[in-house]
């Protein structure tokens, strides 16, 4: 393997390991959130 590809491979790994680490804390408010809307249309 050359330098770009362990290069731009590793950027790709971080950023979709930053891009999920963040998304676990977001995604909860909009489960949340999801949950109270289908509360909401069934009565």
Known sequence: MDFNTIF???II???LAIF???GRFKA???QR???A???KSFP
Do not use: A, P, T, W
């Open 28 to 30: 909860s408010s909009k």
């Open 37 to 39: 809307s289908k509360d």
């Open 8 to 10: 731009f491979g590793s």
């Open 33 to 35: 959130n999801r949950e």
């Open 13 to 15: 790994f971080v950023s």
């Open 20 to 22: 999920f680490y963040l």
